[in-house]
């Protein structure tokens, strides 16, 4: 597979990160006929191929000429490793040198691809490693559906009857709401029945509520939402979520009410993600503030174990209090849950996404040789 972009390629247009009526537009403006999209859409994204000449129904011509003017190219795998627990986490370069993290993490009824959407985060949340690196720059839709594209190659034959991936969410590096038409395009392919045809209620975006962004999505898209709540306080979010001092809860929540409305589904609800800090965010009060401030918006509320890294300054509330939280709310007549801390051992945990690779000292840590191929 050729992951290396030479200066003749860079001309070419990327395929990975066309939606459907990207390329019909890219065919009918290269003078063929528009049907050709969703021809190159399976070959790309339902048979993984990765040149033209595996395209068999399509001519030796057209092929040839696709050869010239397209191409289908995904950032280079630098470290592939897997976890204890069957979790396992790519390390992807991208063009430029900067690198972002993939998670995969298998369930017995499910398999999560934890995805990222941009290299770094400008957002600065005060428990959240990624933010320590700052922000770089948005990846493009190519290299957000790459992360999708190459997970399915590596993970093995992903036919329809059988997947490997079943659910993505958008909770790996970055604020997806702040590189939004590039999500957005990926997320269309993700849902895209010539594509990985993934139902919109198994695509997650998670945000921390960059409101009118959040608006507009309720307007333009059907994926599932979560939003990174963590307080029920305007002093304690502004303080854990900086960007709560622009979009404080009583706007998020109106945005959070307004988002449902705009869902033709009837079960749609919103995941509220609220990690748990000890002694910060979780206290019996806490939870009946949750309570009230959530009525009237079908939510479900998943409890974050808080996953350390250096120097953060936090401590994970004890299992106990975090199960009594639980209860409360439940009580309260919410529907709660706590996630499953997975990959912990290979820093492949919420917020422990830095995407490099030094500092390994702290750990001994089993790397897998990266493979490329479809083996
Ligand atoms: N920017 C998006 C996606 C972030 S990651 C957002 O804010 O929603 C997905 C989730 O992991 C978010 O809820 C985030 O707040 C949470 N998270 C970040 N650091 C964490 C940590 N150290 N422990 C547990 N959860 C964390």
Redesign the pocket.
């Known amino acids: 597979m050729n992951v290396h972009v030479n200066l003749e390629q860079k001309a070419k247009q990327n395929l990975l990160g066309m939606t459907l009526q990207d390329l019909e537009a890219f065919f009918t403006e290269s003078g063929e006929k528009a049907f050709r999209a969703s021809q190159v859409m399976k070959w790309v994204h339902q048979l993984l191929v990765d040149n033209f000449d595996d395209m068999t129904n399509l001519s030796k011509s057209l092929r040839e000429k696709l050869q010239q003017i397209a191409s289908i190219d995904a950032p280079e795998i630098v470290f592939d490793q897997t976890s204890t627990d069957g979790t396992r986490k790519w390390l992807m370069q991208l063009e430029g040198g900067n690198k972002v993290e993939t998670v995969y993490i298998p369930e017995s009824n499910r398999g999560t691809l934890c995805i990222s959407s941009q290299v770094g ?1 400008a ?1 600065d ?1 005060s ?3 990624t933010a320590r690196q700052g922000f770089s720059r948005n990846l493009t839709s190519a290299e957000i559906v790459a992360q999708v594209w190459m997970a399915s190659r590596l993970l093995g034959k992903d036919n329809r009857d059988d997947r490997k991936i079943t659910n993505i969410v958008l ?1 790996g590096m ?3 709401l702040l590189n939004y038409e590039n999500v957005l395009k990926a997320t269309e392919i993700f849902m895209e029945d010539n594509a990985y045809g993934i139902s919109k209620r198994r695509v997650t975006l ?3 509520g960059v409101l009118p962004k959040l608006d507009q999505l309720g307007k333009e898209s059907e994926v599932s939402l ?1 939003v ?1 709540l ?1 307080a029920v306080t305007d002093e304690v979010r502004d303080s854990l979520v900086p960007i709560n001092k622009k979009y404080p809860l009583k706007e998020l929540m109106a945005s959070c009410r307004g988002y449902i409305k705009n869902q033709t589904a009837k079960s749609s609800h919103i995941t509220f ?1 609220y ?1 748990m800090l000890n002694g910060v965010n979780d206290s019996r009060e806490e939870a009946v503030r949750m309570a009230k401030m959530l009525k009237g918006i079908p939510s479900k509320i998943n409890l ?1 174990p ?2 350390p ?1 250096p120097d953060s300054g936090y401590e994970c509330s004890d299992m106990k209090v975090i199960e009594n939280f639980k209860q409360q709310l439940i009580n309260l007549g919410l529907v709660a849950t706590i996630r499953k801390t997975r990959g912990e051992d290979i820093d492949a945990a ?3 996404l830095v995407g490099k690779v030094e500092d390994k000292s702290r750990r001994e840590r089993k790397f897998e040789q990266p493979r490329y191929g479809m083996n």
């Open positions: 985060c957002l949340c428990f959240c490693s909770m970055g604020e997806p998670s945000t921390s979560a990174s963590h993600e990690v974050i808080f996953n890294f919420c917020g422990q």
